[in-house]
C-alpha cells in the first residue's frame, strides 16, 4: 500500500507560481506512474499532468502545457508539479495519485488506485 501526502498549496495573485509536492510512504512508490489532478468546486476531477516511473515521459492537459512541469525524486519518495503563470481557472484542490502501472501515461481517474488528501490552490485576479 502507498499513502500520498500533498502539500504547497496556497494562496498566489495571478501570474505567480507554486510548487505542489507529493510525498510517498511505500517502497514500491518508484514503481508506479503518477498524477495530478485537481478540482474545483461544482466540477469533475480533472487531469493535469502525469509522470512514469523513471521520470523519462511525461503528459499534460493542453490547458497548462508550457505552464506546468511535473518531476519526481524517486530518491525521495516525492512528485512535484511545479506552476509558473498561474490563471484564477487554475484555482482548485490538486491530488496526486499513483497509477497501476510503471508505464502509463493515462489520463483516467479510474486508472489510478491511490490518492492524496488534497492541498488548495486559489488564485486571485
Known amino acids: 500500500q502507498v499513502q500520498l501526502v500533498e502539500s504547497g498549496g496556497g494562496l498566489v495573485q495571478a501570474g505567480g507560481s507554486l510548487r505542489l509536492s507529493c510525498a510517498a510512504s511505500?517502497?514500491?512508490?518508484?514503481?508506479?506512474?503518477v498524477g495530478w489532478f485537481r478540482q474545483a468546486p461544482g466540477k469533475e476531477r480533472e487531469f493535469v499532468a502525469v509522470?512514469?516511473?523513471?521520470?523519462?515521459?511525461?503528459a499534460y492537459n493542453d490547458s497548462v502545457k508550457g505552464r506546468f512541469t511535473i518531476s519526481r525524486d524517486n530518491a525521495k519518495n516525492t512528485v512535484y508539479l511545479q506552476m509558473n503563470s498561474l490563471k484564477p481557472e487554475d484555482a482548485a484542490v490538486y491530488y496526486c495519485?499513483?497509477?497501476?502501472?510503471?508505464?502509463?501515461?493515462?489520463?483516467?481517474?479510474?486508472?489510478?488506485?491511490?490518492w492524496g488528501q488534497g492541498t488548495q490552490v486559489t488564485v486571485s485576479s
Open positions: 511505500g517502497r514500491t512508490f518508484s514503481s508506479y506512474s
Open positions: 509522470i512514469n516511473y523513471s521520470g523519462s515521459r511525461t
Open positions: 495519485a499513483t497509477n497501476r502501472y510503471q508505464w502509463s501515461l493515462s489520463r483516467n481517474t479510474d486508472d489510478y488506485t491511490y
